[in-house]
Each structure stands twice: as C-alpha cells, then as structure tokens.
C-alpha cells in the first residue's frame, strides 16, 4: 500500500515568524496578518470584510491533536470531566470522541481494520480534524431566534454567548451535529478564534498544526492551493481524493472546507447537507391545509344543531 | 471505533418540560379554537363552554410558556427570543425560523387569551364576547388562528431541522395541528361539564373529524420516513408509543363517539373519549420527541 506520505508535502518546513503583537492591531478596513502555517514562509495576508477560512488536507493530517489542545488552550475550554460530558471511547485511539460546547475541533480517527484480522494487513487510519464549517449558508444562524449567532466582519460564524438563551435549536439546525451546550447552559462552537482575528493572528489550531493539515487564509486563496492539492494527489494515482464544501453548491460554500480521500459518509460528513429552511415551505403549506380543514370541519360541527334565537334556545333547554 | 462515531447531527435535548409544552401549547391553541368556534358559529345555548374555554386558554398558555422557559438553558434569558437583548424595546422577528415565529406566535395568543380571560372573569364574558358584539368578533378571529398556528408551529419547528425523524417528514405540522385541536376540545369537554347537551355533541363531533385527521396524517407521516422511519421508530420500543396513540388516542375514542352506549351515555361517553384523547395527545408528542433522542429524551 502506497504511503500517506509519498507525495511531496505541501509545506517544506513549518517555521513560525515572529508573531504579530495584540497591541499592533490594524485600524478596520486595513490589511491585516497573520502567521499562516500553509504557507509559513511569510504571513498570511487578510483584511476585515474579506471571507477567511480553513482548507483541512486530511492527508497530511497525523492525528497528533494539537490542534485540539491548542484550541483548549487558547479558548480556555475546560476537559470534560463532569458526568454529562466525560466521554473517554475506552475502544479506540479517539479519545475525545467528538465536538461538544467546550471541544470546538475534535481529530477524527476513521479506523478501518477487521477485527478478524489481526495483523492488520490491508487496514488503513483516516484521520480528519473536524470544526464547525462556518457556511456561507448556515444552519445555526438561520433558525436561532435570539440573534445571538452572527456573521462576523471576517465571514465567520460566532456564536454571542451572552446574547444565547440556550434554546438548543441551532443544535437541531445544524448539519454537521457541530454544535453542543456548554457547562454554562449556552451554545459552544468554534468561535474561528475571533479575538485572534481582530489581533491580526492565525486561528490556535492552524497555528499549531504541525503537518500544515489546517491551512488558514483569505478563502478564494485556499480555493486556489486546494485546487492545485488535489490535481496533485490525481496525478499521483489517488483518484479518491475529492474536495468538500469547496464550492457555493454546498451551502453557499463551506469557508472551513475539506481535502477527503473517501466518501464523506466515510468521514462522518453528511453527503447532501441543507439548510433547514429548505422544508419551511412544505411543512408550511401542509399546517395552513390542515388549520383549513380544521375550520372547515369545525363549522360543519358548530353549525348543524345550530338554534339562533333566545326563545328556540329556551324551547331547547 | 467508538459508538457514537461519525454523527452528522446532535440532538438538542429537548425532554420532558419540552414535551409539556408542545402538549399544553396544543391543548391551549385547541381550547380557544373551540371556543372561537362556539362563539362564531354556534348558538346561545354554546356561550356557557365558550366562558369556561375563554377562562381556561390563558392559565394554560402562562403554563405552557413557563415549561418553556424551565426549559432554557438561561432561562432569564427567555425575552432575548421577542426583543433584541443590546436594543430592548426592538423586537426580533425571524419568519423563516420557526421558533421565532413561534414566540410571536405566543406572544399574540397571549394578549388575545387575555382580552377574553379578563372578559370571563369581569364580565362573565357579556363585554366583549356579548353575542353581538363585532370586536368580540374580531378577536375570537385573531384568537383562533393564534391558537391553530400554535398547535401548528411545533410540528413546522420540529420538521425544519436537520434532526433524523423530524427533518424527514414536512407531515408534522398537520399531525401536531391536528391533535393540538382534538386535545383542546377534548379538555373544553372534560371541563365544561354544566353545558347543554346540544353543545357536547357538537364538540364531539369536532373532536371527531380532528381525531380521523389526526389519524390519517400520522399514517402518512410514519409512511412518509421510509428508511428514516424503520431505523428510528419501527423495530424499536418508539414503536409502543405510537401504537398506544393510535389504539387509546384515536380508536377507541372514535368507537366511543359511535357509539356513545358503550360507555354509558352522552356525557360520560364524552368524558371518557376526552380523557383518552388527551393521553393520546401527550403520548404523541412523547413519541415524535423521542424517535431521534430516545424514550428517556
């Protein structure tokens, strides 16, 4: 079987340059940067009011969670240790199991071995570092009725949390099962390292990541370089490779897309996702048919024994 | 792998106070329709059962409303659903989110309960809900819509979602529709028990088109999962509860409407048929909450 790792890497050599100070912020509308590890050799180049995103090649990714715990780290997110949330699989090398309201990036380990097997032969590991997609069309965003999940300047999707009320419904609208409550009652996700972003700084994880499997940038940018990632891995015989969420087909376009090299079912992803609003109109018309017929039945009740005046009323009594 | 691996959805957790609401948000949408009903097309003889449903629908919506917010988890929060939290007075308004619509929903229910709650209460409903008065009219309009749309919107909410079950059948909101109203005659049946017997049979009868609505909607809404509905509810114990709802919530009380004998007479029939109609009901929502969350929710 031919290596995960054959191919060229994309990144030579991580390097971090020096990292830019909170206090250097740019004034809104001007260029920013940020330390970007897909293209380490200089800093990645974004401004406010331009779409920024992740491109997760999943075949460069080792499964090493750094880019969990840097997460944790950065967003202060406490382990899950309470009874609700302690959730250690005890049956595979995933230990963290999947994204909650206080685990916004959880490495998927997509392990493919017969138990009948035991010298493993012909088994394979996929692994996948999975984040809320941050949609162009987003689930969560559409259906919350508090307002409390926005769209910021940077065309990512945040969640306010003292605005939350902790309805659990964009938990329901989401497609990827991305978001969770928290221990606070209110609705965690990957926030994109806002704060970072407004500091001009490459998001924890991307930083992080020591495979440059999490590439950060302008979106149209990583477009590009993913483009140029999988002509690369079909020239070299992978003809499952495949991208996801690249393109507006996919709710608008995901602006945290992915480099498979199955199919998504394979990764946990849903094949065909869509935006909750897409049965509003059905299920709509359908309540105002039966509200119709109610009515319609109810006055057939109402108006059979009908007595209209006081004195047939009386007669009646 | 570990078991729970690969979910594309999470479930949000709504359970018991969830179940509440949806049942009493039902049963209160179906008792002011009836009484809406009673006031704009029946007779003198119906304004009794209309007082008793006029004085029961706002208890029942502030009850309702309080399962909600229990609900919640920032419950003192729950305004930040009606106004925007950082420009209180501006109100929020999504239409395309049917939670929403739903607190605008249960906002006008609740000013409109009110209005004739207080006119129950005061005016032993000879004000604004006198026979001839046009404003009262009007509000028993405004009031039964609000209540239809209520008993409604839960069904639209569930179904617009990426939830297995829910998001796979646009039926819902018909099914809730339906049984919202049957269970809101039912309890106006099994409360307003000093009423001419003329108005008993006619909301019987309503009862009765609801309850086979309500039957065939949920009929094509199991039809209407296919894999969905044979991975989550047939061959599991979900199964039970649908069952139940369909032999206790609807057969037997339309066996009981047909013939009123077996149980005794009119009005004993008609408080049987009530009482199993609205374990139907709640049982329902039960089932329709549990098919992707679990029996436990």
């Not at chain 1, 992740?54 to 240790?81: H, R, S």
């Not at chain 1, 939350?164 to 990827?176: E, L, T």
Request: net charge neutral.
């Amino acid at each position: 079987m031919r290596s995960l790792f054959n191919l060229p890497p994309l990144v030579e050599q991580q390097q971090i340059p020096a990292q830019p100070q909170v206090g250097d912020a740019p004034v809104p509308g001007s260029p920013v940067s940020a330390t970007g590890t897909g293209t380490p050799a200089a800093p990645v180049s974004f401004q406010r009011g331009q779409s920024v995103g992740f491109f997760t090649d999943t075949t460069l990714c080792i499964g090493c969670k750094a880019c969990e715990v840097a997460c944790k780290e950065w967003n202060q997110l406490p382990a899950e240790l309470d009874a609700k949330y302690f959730r250690l699989s005890g049956n595979s090398y995933d230990n963290t199991v999947a994204l909650s309201g206080t685990t916004y990036r959880h490495v998927k380990f997509v392990e493919q071995f017969e138990l009948s097997n035991p010298n493993r032969v012909g088994g394979r590991w996929l692994m996948m570092s999975d984040v809320c997609k941050h949609c162009v069309q987003a689930g969560c965003l559409e259906v919350c009725p508090t307002g409390a999940i926005t769209r910021t300047e940077f065309d990512t999707v945040y969640i306010q949390k003292d605005v939350c009320n902790g309805c659990r419904y964009c938990v329901a609208g989401c497609p990827y099962g991305v978001i969770e409550m928290d221990q606070d009652g209110v609705a965690g996700k990957c926030t994109f390292c806002y704060d970072r972003l407004q500091a001009g700084l490459t998001p924890a994880c991307a930083q992080a990541c020591p495979t440059a499997s999490i590439q950060f940038g302008p979106v149209s940018e990583l477009q590009q370089r993913a483009d140029a990632r999988l002509l690369q891995l079909q020239q070299a015989g992978r003809t499952q490779a495949r991208l996801y969420g690249r393109d507006e087909a996919m709710l608008g376009g995901l602006n945290s897309f992915y480099l498979l090299e199955d199919t998504p079912s394979t990764y946990g992803l849903p094949e065909a996702p869509h935006l909750p609003s897409r049965n509003l109109p059905a299920t709509g018309g359908l309540g105002l048919v039966a509200a119709v017929l109610a009515g319609i039945a109810g006055v057939l009740a109402m108006r059979r024994r009908r007595i209209d005046s006081v004195e047939a009323a009386e007669e009646a009594r | 792998m570990p078991p729970d691996f690969n979910p594309s959805y999470q479930v949000p957790n709504w359970g018991w106070w969830i179940v509440l609401y949806f049942f009493f948000g039902g049963v209160t949408g179906g008792v002011y329709f009836a009484a809406a009903w009673l006031d704009l097309f029946g007779d003198l003889r119906d304004r009794a059962a209309m007082r008793v449903g006029h004085l029961i629908a706002f208890p029942l919506i502030l009850l309702s409303a309080l399962f909600l917010i229990v609900d919640l988890g920032q419950p003192l929060r729950f305004w930040h659903m009606i106004f925007q939290s950082e420009r209180f007075p501006e109100p929020i308004f999504k239409p395309y989110s049917p939670m929403s619509l739903g607190s605008g929903i249960l906002f006008i229910f609740g000013v409109v309960s009110f209005l004739s709650f207080v006119d129950a209460v005061l005016g032993r409903s000879s004000l604004l809900h006198s026979p001839r008065n046009p404003i009262g009219k009007i509000v028993s309009v405004l009031g039964a819509l609000a209540g239809l749309a209520l008993a409604g919107y839960t069904g639209a909410l569930l179904n617009v979602n990426n939830e297995p079950v829910w998001g796979d059948s646009p039926w819902l909101s018909a099914l809730f529709l339906f049984s919202g109203i049957s269970t809101g005659i039912a309890a106006l049946l099994l409360l307003a028990r000093r009423v001419a017997s003329t108005t008993i049979e006619k909301l019987s009868e309503a009862d009765n088109y609801m309850v086979l609505f309500e039957l065939i909607t949920l009929v094509v809404f199991l039809a209407s999962l296919g894999a969905v509905g044979t991975r989550f509810i047939f061959g599991t114990p979900t199964i039970v509860l649908f069952a139940i709802v369909v032999v206790i919530g609807v057969l037997v009380p339309l066996a009981i409407h047909w013939r009123p004998g077996l149980a005794g007479g009119l009005r004993s029939a008609s408080v049987l048929s009530a009482v199993l109609v609205l374990i139907g009901g709640f049982v329902l929502r039960w089932a329709v909450l549990a098919a992707p969350q679990g029996l436990g929710l």
